[in-house]
């Protein structure tokens, strides 16, 4: 085929790999997102997954969970076709106050170690292309995870996942029915990423504490999981129910009844789920605004100082101003605060010192 002939999502992988060759996108740096592509060139979205499917085959691209597709390290020209590593959990900075320079924290992604897939989850091996794979449900699951751990829940459709697999668009559905399907699948498989120890800590609080910085290292890896469901409306996935197990262990031969153990169960999971709700929140924000928390705080400079020094706020503009280098929002930090007040909160009634509230 001629350039003019050539399909698609080979021109314009063509025209990306020259920007990066050339120079123009440097190493760490972002390329066009599978949105952006589709924009610019007016291609359909799978189209836009296949091109950067491509460059990341053959090594010049990669992507990173919550920033997106980047340049490779070290490309200077293309190389053979390989399978990056895929990067985890890399936290955001905090939010602060506007005008305020970013601060220099050194930010942790997991509470709780996270061991290695086992074999169930079907990793194949490494040195072998996808495209030369059987095509599985285990392969279909762990596409469409990474494609919504680099760009959200929007960016998710049956074709993108079959274009990233370099399959037929209609090849996923023989697997999964649905994208409704898909998506339960890859949230239990993302909740099934973490197991706890044979022998539990000692003391139920010690368990509880396990528990829930577990699921927020699972959150924190997979922000997207905290979108699914509700706390009326639960997922009833089986490696979810691990987690709630493990939690209502921790409770059972305290004397609780029935009803207060599932009631303190669901408040300490919907704790974490409501805290891990914002790091999708800031994902979308930042990916609809083009502006990451820093820049954005620094637009509202004006409105928050106008706030500040207004007189019809006087105690939070005497804290604000009284904290040196402005207050930093940081999730990690705030959810420790959190579980230990909650936990506090909760330990008369677990060790039975008071009794639970009329009609609980």
Do not use: C
């Not at 990690?332 to 008369?348: H, I, V």
Request: charge should be negative; avoid cysteine.
């Amino acid at each position: 085929m001629t350039p003019e002939t050539d399909p698609p999502f080979r021109r314009i992988a063509a025209e990306l790999r020259r920007r990066i060759t050339e120079g123009e996108l440097a190493a760490g740096e972002r390329v066009p997102s599978t949105r952006r592509i589709a924009e610019e060139w007016g291609v359909a979205l799978a189209t836009a997954t296949k091109v950067l499917t491509t460059l990341s085959l053959e090594g010049l691209v990669e992507s990173r969970p919550r920033v997106g597709t980047v340049v490779a390290p070290g490309v200077r020209t293309p190389g053979p076709v390989r399978e990056q590593g895929r990067h985890r959990g890399q936290g955001r900075h905090p939010a602060r106050t506007p005008g305020e320079p970013p601060a220099r924290a050194s930010r942790r992604t997991d509470h709780a170690p996270l061991p290695a897939p086992g074999p169930e989850q079907e990793t194949g091996p490494e040195s072998q292309p996808e495209s030369d794979q059987e095509l599985t449900r285990a392969r279909i699951v762990r596409a469409a995870v990474e494609i919504v751990d680099a760009e959200g829940l929007t960016a998710l459709s049956m074709r993108g996942v079959a274009a990233r697999l370099g399959v037929a668009a209609m090849s996923p559905y023989r697997y999964v029915g649905s994208k409704e399907e898909l998506l339960l699948l890859m949230a239990d498989s993302a909740f099934g990423e973490a197991a706890y120890p044979a022998t539990a800590p000692e003391g139920w609080r010690a368990q509880l504490e396990l528990s829930a910085r577990t699921l927020w290292s699972l959150f924190r890896r997979h922000p997207w999981l905290a979108q699914l469901g509700s706390l009326t409306r639960p997922l009833l996935l089986p490696n979810l129910m691990v987690h709630a197990e493990w939690a209502l262990s921790a409770l059972d031969g305290r004397g609780l009844d029935a009803r207060t153990m599932l009631d303190v169960h669901v408040l300490v999971y919907g704790y974490v789920e409501g805290i891990a709700a914002n790091l999708e929140r800031e994902a979308q924000a930042e990916a609809a605004s083009g502006l990451s928390e820093d820049e954005w705080m620094d637009r509202q400079a004006p409105a928050f100082r106008a706030i500040t020094t207004s007189p019809r706020y006087p105690v939070f503009s005497r804290l604000v101003q009284s904290i040196e280098g402005g207050y930093d929002l940081d999730l990690d930090t705030l959810f420790e605060f959190g579980l230990r007040s909650l936990l506090d909160g909760l330990t008369d009634l677990v060790e039975g010192r008071t009794q639970p509230p009329a009609g609980a």
